[in-house]
C-alpha cells in the first residue's frame, strides 16, 4: 500500500531545473525491472517553457535521465546541463 501513496504522491510533480526554470510535469518513470532503480523521468513538457523551446523537442514528452535529479521536494530539480542528454519520446 505504501508504494501506491507515493506513487500518487509524485504524480504530475512539477519538474524545473537547477535555474528555476519550468520544464514540465511528471508523467511516469521508467524502472529497471530487476533492481527497482528509477531509470529515467518521463515529462509533459510545457510548451511555454523557455527551457522546453531551447531543446527544440517536437515531442510532447522528454525522457529525464534520473541522474539528473538533484532535489525532489515540492517540486524535482533537475541539473540543466544534463537535459542535453535527455531524449524526446
Request: glycine share 4%; net charge negative; charged share 35%.
Amino acid at each position: 500500500m505504501y508504494k501506491y501513496t507515493v506513487a500518487r504522491q509524485l504524480a504530475t510533480k512539477r519538474v524545473i531545473t537547477n535555474r528555476g526554470d519550468e520544464v514540465g510535469k511528471l508523467a511516469d518513470f521508467m524502472v529497471d525491472e530487476r533492481t527497482g532503480e528509477i531509470i529515467c523521468l518521463i515529462v509533459e513538457l510545457d510548451r511555454d517553457s523557455k527551457v522546453t523551446r531551447k531543446l527544440a523537442s517536437k515531442s510532447r514528452t522528454l525522457n529525464i535521465p534520473y541522474s539528473a535529479v538533484t532535489a525532489v521536494s515540492d517540486v524535482f530539480i533537475v541539473d540543466e546541463r544534463e537535459l542535453a542528454n535527455a531524449e524526446a519520446d
